[in-house]
């Protein structure tokens, strides 16, 4: 089984920045980790691989700096990675990052399963999974919170929504997007992180896909962000009413005033 | 940065999210209950923890003394029992990497991702005196047959795999390796300790345990030799373990006088909580100094062992009075087993006499002056 898991580097800081000039996210100083979301992914594709074999192959798009990232789902398990990087990928939205993505699924080959954290925890969109699933034509199920292959390709997903439980039979390929709640991921080991050293990250850049240049980087971009802020934090006063009833209607009353 | 640099960051920042989310909320039920939590070790196992010093062709990681040293000082932040325990694991399997055979190290090395390995020199007679071993190792055709009892053995019953110093019939001192499955191998008490809760300290009684030649470390004669450079190899990680025990006084008492106000001033503002704060940091930081440079120079091959028995010496001291200038300013609640701090001078004192007393390393140290 071949899958492949495309993992995002976000802020290790839960205090995101934005450039007030830009409105982008301010990333430099700032230590890069896997998006936590991602990190369910990958064990989920480590579990699928443990159980019926094939290889898990990590990838992202982004700068170099995101090899940090690609090299610590590696010391988890997963066995080489692709990174998608270029100056012609700079200001992707999620539209031209998913387009690029399915692209770079679609030249790996022969891909069974793709899966996704459920959204990345600094822009906190959730698109990526969805989109490369379109361009990809494959069937896709977002939020996953169990997975398990019924036979060599089908998959059975469980989706919680609000006030129900969808089960979904996939036939693979298919693009999945996973819940925090479908496992928890494992740690990296000391002989992984050395072995992650021994794996390759191959780097791909437009010239290595096939690729229409109006749908890649800020050309192929419609979003336009008009502002980006952080929300200012209100406290409220919380008044905790006396017992006695009397008493209690009374300073009601008076807060009404 | 060097591809060494990044695995060893690397591997700081897993032992560093394996401490914070299995040992360090575990910390006070460690010490509570006197031994580690059930499945808590076999976590550590199947974290491929066992392995970080072993070499990757007998299936470790084979990460040096330098990172391995920094790793055990941030698990030792959140819980110094689990940290003694890899740190008496990694210095035996040191002396199987310099002194084991190739029969030996092939035969055993590749267990040690998921046995303890154990060092055995404490007798009921005495302490590190080699003179008064009275274990025997009879040679008797191709074996040898070992009888002895050995005492206060780090892991001792965890352990599975153990290095016997022991005497030959010429009185020549020799290391062998015993395995916990050989007949005649006993386990006898484990040591009731005040601090280090965790780590379980025994005993093993061996009764005429038969043990090939191969199971010879090194040659006899070299037995001193070995056992001195297992109380070097460990002095530095116990540094690195003592250094984590400081962190975790620091944090402890900064934290609580940020909380804490006398007269509506936090503690922190008063001279008198910085000048304990402002020592605690400092012997962290020399501490931290010493086991490192201990640790570079085993890396580089230079010598280590007077190094090695300053950042114990000086580690252990210094993380019992820091722990007592912690628990000062914690007043009332620092003397109560609800905040950790009692228990850190607990764990700290362990290390003022495991692998030789600070008097004996000071005479080292004295002695290795006066030599240059």
């Known amino acids: 089984m071949k899958i492949v898991v495309g993992?995002?580097?976000?802020?290790?800081?839960?205090?995101?920045?934005?450039?007030?000039?830009?409105?982008?996210?301010?990333?430099?100083?700032?230590?890069?980790?896997?998006?936590?979301?991602?990190?369910?992914?990958?064990?989920?594709?480590?579990?699928l691989r443990d159980q019926a074999g094939g290889e898990v192959i990590l990838l992202s798009m982004g700068p170099d700096s995101y090899t940090t990232s690609l090299r610590d789902g590696m010391a988890m398990g997963a066995d080489r990675a692709i990174l998608v990087s270029s100056r012609a990928f700079g200001g992707a939205d999620t539209l031209a990052t998913g387009y690029t993505l399915a692209k770079a699924i679609e030249a790996i080959k022969d891909v069974d399963l793709v899966l996704f954290g459920r959204q990345s925890v600094d822009a906190d969109t959730g698109q990526v999974g969805p989109i490369v699933a379109e361009f990809l034509d494959f069937p896709q199920v977002t939020f996953a919170e169990t997975l398990s292959l019924e036979s060599a390709n089908t998959l059975v997903v469980e989706r919680q929504l609000d006030s129900a439980v969808q089960d979904i039979k996939l036939t693979l390929p298919a693009v999945v997007t996973v819940r925090k709640e479908l496992n928890t991921p494992r740690y990296e080991t000391p002989s992984n992180i050395k072995e992650s050293f021994d794996k390759p990250i191959t780097t791909w850049t437009e010239k290595d896909l096939d690729l229409d240049p109006s749908m890649i980087g800020q050309a192929g971009s419609p979003t336009k962000v008009t502002k980006v802020y952080a929300p200012t934090k209100e406290v409220k006063k919380t008044t905790v009413l006396p017992d006695d009833p009397t008493q209690a209607v009374s300073e009601l009353l008076g807060s009404l005033d | 940065m060097s591809i060494t640099l990044d695995q060893n960051k690397m591997l700081i920042q897993m032992i560093k999210e394996f401490t914070a989310n299995e040992l360090a909320p575990l910390d006070m039920?460690?010490?509570?209950?006197?031994?580690?939590?059930?499945?808590?070790?076999?976590k550590v196992v199947d974290t491929g923890l066992l392995g970080m010093t072993l070499p990757r062709e007998f299936g470790g990681a084979g990460f040096d003394?330098?990172?391995?040293?920094?790793?055990?000082?941030?698990?030792?932040?959140?819980?110094?029992?689990?940290?003694?325990?890899?740190?008496?694991?990694?210095?035996?399997?040191?002396?199987?990497?310099?002194?084991?055979n190739k029969a030996l190290n092939d035969a055993y090395l590749p267990s040690a991702t998921k046995r303890i390995?154990?060092?055995?020199?404490?007798?009921?007679?005495?302490?590190?005196?080699?003179?008064?071993?009275?274990?025997?190792?009879?040679?008797?055709?191709?074996?040898?047959?070992?009888?002895?009892?050995?005492?206060?053995?780090?892991?001792?019953?965890?352990?599975?795999?153990?290095?016997?110093?022991?005497?030959?019939?010429?009185?020549?001192?020799?290391?062998?390796?015993?395995?916990?499955?050989?007949?005649?191998?006993?386990?006898?008490?484990?040591?009731?300790?005040?601090?280090?809760?965790?780590?379980?300290?025994?005993?093993?009684?061996?009764?005429?345990?038969?043990?090939?030649?191969?199971?010879?470390?090194?040659?006899?004669?070299?037995?001193?030799?070995?056992?001195?450079?297992?109380?070097?190899?460990?002095?530095?990680?116990?540094?690195?373990?003592?250094?984590?025990?400081?962190?975790?006084?620091l944090a402890t008492a900064v934290s609580y006088s940020k909380e804490r106000k006398a007269m509506d001033t936090p503690l922190y503002q008063l001279q008198v909580t910085q000048e304990k704060i402002a020592d605690i940091a400092i012997a962290r930081e020399n501490t931290r100094a010493l086991y490192q440079k201990g640790a570079t120079n085993k890396v580089a091959n230079q010598p280590y062992d007077e190094i090695a028995a300053m950042a114990k010496s000086y580690g252990s001291r210094s993380a019992v009075l820091s722990g007592d200038k912690a628990l000062q300013i914690l007043g009332g609640y620092g003397y109560?087993?609800?905040?950790?701090?009692?228990?850190?001078?607990?764990?700290?004192?362990?290390?003022?006499?495991?692998?030789?007393?600070?008097?004996?390393?000071?005479?080292?140290?004295?002695?290795?002056?006066?030599?240059?």
């Open chain 1, 7 to 47: 993992i995002k580097q976000v802020p290790e800081t839960d205090s995101v920045k934005i450039d007030p000039k830009t409105n982008n996210l301010v990333r430099s100083g700032i230590q890069g980790i896997i998006n936590p979301f991602d990190k369910n992914a990958i064990e989920a594709a480590l579990q």
């Open chain 2, 117 to 249: 390995f154990a060092f055995s020199m404490t007798e009921p007679s005495g302490g590190s005196n080699p003179k008064g071993i009275s274990t025997r190792a009879i040679k008797q055709g191709d074996n040898w047959v070992i009888t002895g009892d050995k005492i206060m053995i780090t892991n001792g019953g965890l352990a599975e795999v153990y290095c016997v110093l022991s005497k030959t019939e010429d009185d020549q001192l020799a290391v062998f390796v015993v395995d916990k499955d050989m007949p005649g191998f006993k386990f006898g008490k484990r040591e009731d300790f005040i601090g280090l809760k965790g780590v379980p300290v025994g005993e093993v009684v061996l009764n005429h345990v038969v043990v090939p030649e191969s199971h010879l470390l090194g040659v006899v004669g070299q037995g001193l030799e070995i056992g001195d450079n297992a109380h070097a190899d460990a002095r530095i990680l116990m540094g690195a373990v003592l250094a984590g025990i400081m962190d975790h006084e």
């Open chain 2, 336 to 372: 109560s087993h609800e905040y950790p701090v009692e228990h850190l001078i607990r764990d700290a004192r362990a290390m003022e006499l495991a692998e030789g007393t600070i008097e004996k390393m000071n005479v080292e140290i004295t002695n290795a002056e006066i030599a240059k």
């Open chain 2, 29 to 42: 039920e460690i010490d509570q209950r006197g031994d580690y939590t059930d499945g808590l070790f076999q």
């Open chain 2, 65 to 100: 003394y330098v990172a391995t040293a920094q790793a055990l000082e941030h698990m030792a932040a959140g819980n110094a029992s689990m940290a003694v325990t890899l740190e008496g694991h990694f210095k035996t399997i040191e002396q199987f990497i310099k002194y084991g």
